[in-house]
């Protein structure tokens, strides 16, 4: 059939024009062959079918496509569809290679694979890596189809959506709100990593066969900006629930973790039948007290500024209703206070009554007794301020003034030593006196910040940042907060978590962590002074910082950004200069540290022009400070790892002559350093880390292996002479492991020189493999210490052996092509702080 | 195509596909095969059975993929290229399912999912429209493309009128007759 239609099209439209019942006369009447009245008349009947098969045969062989295309996902079999969101369809699938049948949820983007779709996968993510909660479902595996697409598999939960779950269980209120609670901690969790989720409804809650609940889809969820600390805004989709979202939301405004609390109380809203459940489920609704509604009504205020400040004050409020007391949401009267306050204690009260009349027989007796009290007290008052100026003087004044000054090490060591029993000491002098507990917990804080430094066996930091804590607990159970003790808290809950961490005991440092970081993150109904504004600050920085703690690499960067605009904060309330540079040194710190991480995240180039632009801003800040201090240790040895940091980003971007140019000016300042003190162990751990970084940029940029073989027998020397007390600690097994992957990497490279005897080449691959070996073994002493940077470390000692193998066996075969493996090795660097 | 050095690539091709360029024409399928996949398996299912719309998500997706600086006339261009890329795109899809059904090679389906899968007919008749519009074009193209625009595009009348540079009328016209003759072909 290869007639042109043209013959056909005038006649066609023609007849088509005309009313059916006179088209057979037309066509009969026209002057054409019998052939051409059949294909015209064929044509004529088809246009006159209303079926079309042609949408019918392509609308089946997309159909066909789709089911083709997610049949199998890596490890996964698609079963069946279970849900469509905003962006996504969720399948259930279930995984194939293993023994036993585990069930997944797997998320898809839906249709074309959009840069913005490709973006919220991507980032749901790396939300979901760095939450671990019992309540939120878990992300398992991820990766992309051989066309593109990217898809997540997440934790399936085999349950009904909250109202539904309500409706089939009818439970009382104290079930209800338990089943709050969990979202609540969810959320809090959330909120702790900087995550906001932005579209809390029921639907998004499910509860399982065994009443636990899961907080679902972080698809639209949001990391905190990293400048501005709220969420940046969608500029593409606008995507929320009406009815929950908050008002800010729906009228595109900026979201914060408040906007999540909105949400939070609709939600409770509809659990208790405060308001009608959406059609369809039939709940039933509970009898609502004024309290209760109240809470809601806080929580989903239409201003944000009078909603509860965090999912933790919202639950404070919740245990006070469940245990009688006073909620905060509620008008607050004297009537309902004593209303509340009769009905907690209607035993207790009773009680008092009592008891008051008693108390009044012996008024004079307790009258005297407070006398007598009060002039011991005024004894051992005397005494005590001695003591307490002397432990000041001692452990601020002395270590404030020597910590910075080069070749005091041994007589910081002797110190803290001395410190620490002297601290001991007053401490069971102490008594009642709550300053002189406070100047003590202050002073075993600082100790504890002070054996950070120095690289203390970590087990007696825990003790150190432990004796802190107890002693501002001891105060804390006397009187009420004020902001010292609360800064102290904070500190000594920081401390404690840091030391916990590099002891190895995370699940305690995890606890501590959110303990801190709940603080942190509270407002107070006083303006911060300058100690707390740090502390906060603090806090977030060293939870970013800690290795161990598991967090996605944009999470600690969002952290760091978080830690530099608290220290911003900080630095206004500063009174004197040395308190700002000290700030200063805080913000370069979290810059070095965000542009090391944004090097791992190398597949958005935006990341990379950060990372540069916080290097140089770190190198900036730390420059301004060495020529304020020329004689400090600190900042000096800062300089050098803000100076390391430009080099390493210059490298990661290809820029070898910049990078080649700023470890020369690297090498200047370290060696100013080891002029100034030879012996700090800082500097020689960040010695060691900056020599891995150069060597492992010049491998890349394609070095000659014999020199760099060199250079790298250097700083196997360097690590030989750490100071004993690093000796035994973890971070000597990931330089040990850089070293051995190097050395391997390079053994390798060399093997491929055709100028070298089979035999020659044949050995140099056998130690490769046995560097590969030991580099694997390095590692999985201390796993938690490989970040986002050092991934690429990890990928080579996994593929060595194999990369080893199949050249050995290449060279069986005959000769082939060298191969220049562009891999690379980061390293990870520990600023003075 | 993914990223921004992705986006220029394609200005650049489709440039030079407009000169006459046919090797930028078939890098330029390359580049836009793996995408239009999912472009059909979505745009097409979600064309109601009776009407041939345009697919509104697909074209959204079209556009956020070449971001708004490019050229009207380019924009043209690529509407074309994914026609065909799609088409393709099926076509390969069906001819694999018939030779693996022939082949005796075990298509590896689980059973939710064969019940998605088209029919061998289904199959058949898909390659049938593929013949008969090769056939049409060889001789009668300005017809083929509106087929392909409308059908594997999911472009509407104006929007086929503007890429084919004539009236919303010859396209109305084009597509009726050429409609009527696919569907004679596949009786056949």
């Given at each position: 059939m290869s007639a042109p239609l043209d013959r056909y099209a005038g006649h066609f439209e023609r007849l088509c024009a005309l009313p059916a019942a006179e088209r057979a006369a037309a066509l009969a009447a026209l002057p054409l062959t019998a052939q051409e009245r059949a294909m015209l008349r064929e044509l004529l009947d088809a246009d006159a079918d209303a079926d079309d098969p042609l949408t019918q045969v392509l609308a089946d062989s997309a159909d066909g496509l789709m089911a083709e295309r997610v049949q199998r996902l890596g490890p996964y079999r698609l079963l069946r569809e279970i849900g469509v969101g905003g962006m996504g369809t969720v399948f259930l699938a279930e995984r194939v290679d293993g023994g036993f049948a585990q069930r997944v949820a797997i998320k898809l983007l839906r249709g074309f694979p959009t840069r913005e779709g490709l973006r919220r996968l991507r980032q749901e993510r790396q939300i979901l890596a760095g939450l671990d909660h019992p309540n939120i479902a878990r992300l398992l595996d991820g990766g992309e189809t051989a066309d593109g697409q990217p898809w997540l598999a997440l934790e399936h939960i085999d349950g009904l959506p909250l109202l539904a779950w309500a409706a089939q269980h009818a439970p009382r209120l104290a079930q209800r709100l338990a089943l709050f609670d969990a979202v609540l901690d969810a959320v809090a969790h959330a909120h702790q990593r900087l995550v906001i989720h932005r579209d809390i409804k029921p639907a998004n809650v499910l509860v399982n066969a065994a009443g636990e609940v899961k907080l679902l889809d972080f698809g639209i969820a949001r990391l905190l900006d990293l400048d501005t600390g709220q969420a940046s805004r969608d500029t593409s989709t606008r995507v929320f629930t009406l009815g929950y979202a908050s008002p800010e939301q729906r009228e595109g405004r900026a979201v914060t973790t408040i906007s999540d609390i909105y949400s939070l109380g609709r939600l409770l809203a509809e659990l208790v039948g405060a308001t009608a459940a959406p059609a369809g489920v039939a709940l039933p609704a509970l009898p609502l007290d004024t309290e209760l509604a109240g809470i809601i009504a806080k929580a989903s205020d239409p201003d944000p500024a009078h909603r509860y400040a965090s999912a933790g004050e919202l639950r404070d409020d919740l245990d006070r209703y469940r245990d009688g007391r006073p909620v905060r949401a509620a008008r607050v009267t004297r009537w309902y206070r004593l209303r509340k306050f009769v009905r907690r204690h209607r035993l207790a009260v009773a009680l008092t009554s009592l008891a008051s009349a008693a108390l009044l027989a012996s008024w004079g007796y307790a009258l005297y007794q407070a006398g007598e009290a009060r002039s011991q007290a005024r004894r051992a008052a005397r005494h005590a301020g001695d003591v307490r100026e002397l432990a000041n003087r001692f452990i601020s004044g002395i270590f404030a003034q020597i910590v910075d000054v080069p070749g005091t090490q041994a007589a910081q060591l002797t110190l803290l030593d001395t410190g620490i029993e002297y601290l001991n000491r007053l401490q069971s002098e102490a008594g009642d006196d709550t300053d002189l507990l406070l100047d003590l917990a202050d002073g075993y804080n600082t100790l504890s910040r002070i054996q950070r430094r120095l690289y203390t066996d970590p087990a007696r930091r825990v003790g150190t940042a432990q004796q802190a804590l107890q002693l501002v607990e001891q105060v804390e159970a006397r009187l009420p907060p004020t902001a010292r003790t609360y800064t102290l808290r904070l500190s000594a809950l920081t401390e404690l978590a840091c030391a916990e961490a590099a002891a190895g005991e995370f699940a305690a440092a995890r606890t501590h962590f959110d303990a801190a970081l709940g603080l942190a993150r509270a407002p107070r109904s006083q303006p911060d002074d300058f100690a707390l504004a740090r502390q906060r600050a603090e806090a977030e920085f060293q939870f970013a910082d800690e290795a161990g703690i598991e967090l996605a690499p944009l999470q600690r960067v969002a952290l760091y950004a978080q830690a530099a605009a608290g220290y911003t904060t900080a630095r206004v309330l500063a009174g004197t200069d040395t308190a700002r540079d000290d700030v200063d040194d805080s913000i370069a710190a979290t810059r070095m540290k965000s542009a090391r991480l944004l090097?791992?995240?190398?597949?958005?180039p935006q990341h990379l022009a950060k990372a540069m632009a916080h290097a140089e801003e770190a190198l900036r800040l730390q420059q301004a400070l060495y020529q304020r201090h020329p004689r400090s240790l600190r900042h000096l040895a800062n300089l050098v790892l803000a100076a390391g940091g430009v080099a390493k980003v210059a490298g990661r971007l290809g820029d070898y002559g910049r990078a080649r140019e700023a470890y020369a000016i690297t090498r200047d300042y370290d060696a100013r350093l080891q002029r100034l003190d030879p012996d700090l162990p800082v500097a020689a751990v960040n010695r060691i880390a900056l020599g891995f970084e150069q060597v492992d940029m010049e491998r890349r940029a394609g070095g000659e292996p014999t020199a760099l073989l060199g250079q790298l027998a250097a700083i196997e020397g360097q690590i030989a002479q750490v100071p004993a007390e690093l000796a035994d600690q973890r971070v000597l097994h990931a330089m040990r492991a850089w070293l051995h992957t190097l050395r391997a990497e390079l053994n390798l490279r060399r093997s491929?020189?055709?100028?070298?005897a089979a035999s020659e080449r044949r050995a140099l691959k056998q130690e490769a493999l046995h560097d590969y070996e030991r580099g694997a073994a390095q590692i999985a002493l201390a796993p938690e210490l490989v970040g986002a940077e050092e991934q690429a470390t990890l990928e080579l000692l996994r593929s060595g052996p194999a990369r080893v193998r199949a050249s050995l066996a290449a060279m069986q075969r005959g000769p082939t092509p060298a191969r220049g493996a562009a891999r690379h090795v980061g390293a990870s660097a520990r600023s003075t702080r | 195509m993914r990223d921004a050095a992705g986006d220029h690539d394609i200005t650049r091709l489709l440039a030079a596909w407009r000169e006459g360029d046919e090797q930028a024409r078939e890098a330029l399928m390359q580049r836009v095969y793996v995408n239009v996949r999912a472009i059909a398996a979505q745009s097409l299912r979600a064309m109601p059975a009776a009407t041939l719309s345009a697919t509104d998500l697909a074209h959204e997706a079209l556009l956020r993929l070449l971001g708004s600086e490019l050229d009207w006339n380019d924009r043209q261009h690529f509407y074309r290229v994914a026609a065909q890329a799609t088409r393709q795109v099926l076509v390969d899809a069906a001819r694999r399912r018939l030779s693996d059904k022939r082949g005796g090679g075990a298509p590896h389906v689980e059973l939710d999912v064969a019940q998605a899968l088209p029919t061998p007919e289904r199959d058949e008749q898909l390659l049938r429209i593929d013949e008969a519009l090769r056939a049409l074009a060889s001789d009668d193209a300005r017809r083929a493309q509106v087929i392909e625009l409308v059908y594997f595009g999911g472009l509407s009348r104006s929007e086929v009128a503007a890429t084919l540079a004539v009236s919303e009328g010859t396209v109305d016209r084009d597509l009726r007759l050429a409609r009527a003759w696919l569907k004679t072909a596949l009786r056949a």
């Amino acid at each position: 059939m290869s007639a042109p239609l043209d013959r056909y099209a005038g006649h066609f439209e023609r007849l088509c024009a005309l009313p059916a019942a006179e088209r057979a006369a037309a066509l009969a009447a026209l002057p054409l062959t019998a052939q051409e009245r059949a294909m015209l008349r064929e044509l004529l009947d088809a246009d006159a079918d209303a079926d079309d098969p042609l949408t019918q045969v392509l609308a089946d062989s997309a159909d066909g496509l789709m089911a083709e295309r997610v049949q199998r996902l890596g490890p996964y079999r698609l079963l069946r569809e279970i849900g469509v969101g905003g962006m996504g369809t969720v399948f259930l699938a279930e995984r194939v290679d293993g023994g036993f049948a585990q069930r997944v949820a797997i998320k898809l983007l839906r249709g074309f694979p959009t840069r913005e779709g490709l973006r919220r996968l991507r980032q749901e993510r790396q939300i979901l890596a760095g939450l671990d909660h019992p309540n939120i479902a878990r992300l398992l595996d991820g990766g992309e189809t051989a066309d593109g697409q990217p898809w997540l598999a997440l934790e399936h939960i085999d349950g009904l959506p909250l109202l539904a779950w309500a409706a089939q269980h009818a439970p009382r209120l104290a079930q209800r709100l338990a089943l709050f609670d969990a979202v609540l901690d969810a959320v809090a969790h959330a909120h702790q990593r900087l995550v906001i989720h932005r579209d809390i409804k029921p639907a998004n809650v499910l509860v399982n066969a065994a009443g636990e609940v899961k907080l679902l889809d972080f698809g639209i969820a949001r990391l905190l900006d990293l400048d501005t600390g709220q969420a940046s805004r969608d500029t593409s989709t606008r995507v929320f629930t009406l009815g929950y979202a908050s008002p800010e939301q729906r009228e595109g405004r900026a979201v914060t973790t408040i906007s999540d609390i909105y949400s939070l109380g609709r939600l409770l809203a509809e659990l208790v039948g405060a308001t009608a459940a959406p059609a369809g489920v039939a709940l039933p609704a509970l009898p609502l007290d004024t309290e209760l509604a109240g809470i809601i009504a806080k929580a989903s205020d239409p201003d944000p500024a009078h909603r509860y400040a965090s999912a933790g004050e919202l639950r404070d409020d919740l245990d006070r209703y469940r245990d009688g007391r006073p909620v905060r949401a509620a008008r607050v009267t004297r009537w309902y206070r004593l209303r509340k306050f009769v009905r907690r204690h209607r035993l207790a009260v009773a009680l008092t009554s009592l008891a008051s009349a008693a108390l009044l027989a012996s008024w004079g007796y307790a009258l005297y007794q407070a006398g007598e009290a009060r002039s011991q007290a005024r004894r051992a008052a005397r005494h005590a301020g001695d003591v307490r100026e002397l432990a000041n003087r001692f452990i601020s004044g002395i270590f404030a003034q020597i910590v910075d000054v080069p070749g005091t090490q041994a007589a910081q060591l002797t110190l803290l030593d001395t410190g620490i029993e002297y601290l001991n000491r007053l401490q069971s002098e102490a008594g009642d006196d709550t300053d002189l507990l406070l100047d003590l917990a202050d002073g075993y804080n600082t100790l504890s910040r002070i054996q950070r430094r120095l690289y203390t066996d970590p087990a007696r930091r825990v003790g150190t940042a432990q004796q802190a804590l107890q002693l501002v607990e001891q105060v804390e159970a006397r009187l009420p907060p004020t902001a010292r003790t609360y800064t102290l808290r904070l500190s000594a809950l920081t401390e404690l978590a840091c030391a916990e961490a590099a002891a190895g005991e995370f699940a305690a440092a995890r606890t501590h962590f959110d303990a801190a970081l709940g603080l942190a993150r509270a407002p107070r109904s006083q303006p911060d002074d300058f100690a707390l504004a740090r502390q906060r600050a603090e806090a977030e920085f060293q939870f970013a910082d800690e290795a161990g703690i598991e967090l996605a690499p944009l999470q600690r960067v969002a952290l760091y950004a978080q830690a530099a605009a608290g220290y911003t904060t900080a630095r206004v309330l500063a009174g004197t200069d040395t308190a700002r540079d000290d700030v200063d040194d805080s913000i370069a710190a979290t810059r070095m540290k965000s542009a090391r991480l944004l090097l791992g995240e190398r597949a958005d180039p935006q990341h990379l022009a950060k990372a540069m632009a916080h290097a140089e801003e770190a190198l900036r800040l730390q420059q301004a400070l060495y020529q304020r201090h020329p004689r400090s240790l600190r900042h000096l040895a800062n300089l050098v790892l803000a100076a390391g940091g430009v080099a390493k980003v210059a490298g990661r971007l290809g820029d070898y002559g910049r990078a080649r140019e700023a470890y020369a000016i690297t090498r200047d300042y370290d060696a100013r350093l080891q002029r100034l003190d030879p012996d700090l162990p800082v500097a020689a751990v960040n010695r060691i880390a900056l020599g891995f970084e150069q060597v492992d940029m010049e491998r890349r940029a394609g070095g000659e292996p014999t020199a760099l073989l060199g250079q790298l027998a250097a700083i196997e020397g360097q690590i030989a002479q750490v100071p004993a007390e690093l000796a035994d600690q973890r971070v000597l097994h990931a330089m040990r492991a850089w070293l051995h992957t190097l050395r391997a990497e390079l053994n390798l490279r060399r093997s491929e020189d055709p100028a070298l005897a089979a035999s020659e080449r044949r050995a140099l691959k056998q130690e490769a493999l046995h560097d590969y070996e030991r580099g694997a073994a390095q590692i999985a002493l201390a796993p938690e210490l490989v970040g986002a940077e050092e991934q690429a470390t990890l990928e080579l000692l996994r593929s060595g052996p194999a990369r080893v193998r199949a050249s050995l066996a290449a060279m069986q075969r005959g000769p082939t092509p060298a191969r220049g493996a562009a891999r690379h090795v980061g390293a990870s660097a520990r600023s003075t702080r | 195509m993914r990223d921004a050095a992705g986006d220029h690539d394609i200005t650049r091709l489709l440039a030079a596909w407009r000169e006459g360029d046919e090797q930028a024409r078939e890098a330029l399928m390359q580049r836009v095969y793996v995408n239009v996949r999912a472009i059909a398996a979505q745009s097409l299912r979600a064309m109601p059975a009776a009407t041939l719309s345009a697919t509104d998500l697909a074209h959204e997706a079209l556009l956020r993929l070449l971001g708004s600086e490019l050229d009207w006339n380019d924009r043209q261009h690529f509407y074309r290229v994914a026609a065909q890329a799609t088409r393709q795109v099926l076509v390969d899809a069906a001819r694999r399912r018939l030779s693996d059904k022939r082949g005796g090679g075990a298509p590896h389906v689980e059973l939710d999912v064969a019940q998605a899968l088209p029919t061998p007919e289904r199959d058949e008749q898909l390659l049938r429209i593929d013949e008969a519009l090769r056939a049409l074009a060889s001789d009668d193209a300005r017809r083929a493309q509106v087929i392909e625009l409308v059908y594997f595009g999911g472009l509407s009348r104006s929007e086929v009128a503007a890429t084919l540079a004539v009236s919303e009328g010859t396209v109305d016209r084009d597509l009726r007759l050429a409609r009527a003759w696919l569907k004679t072909a596949l009786r056949a």
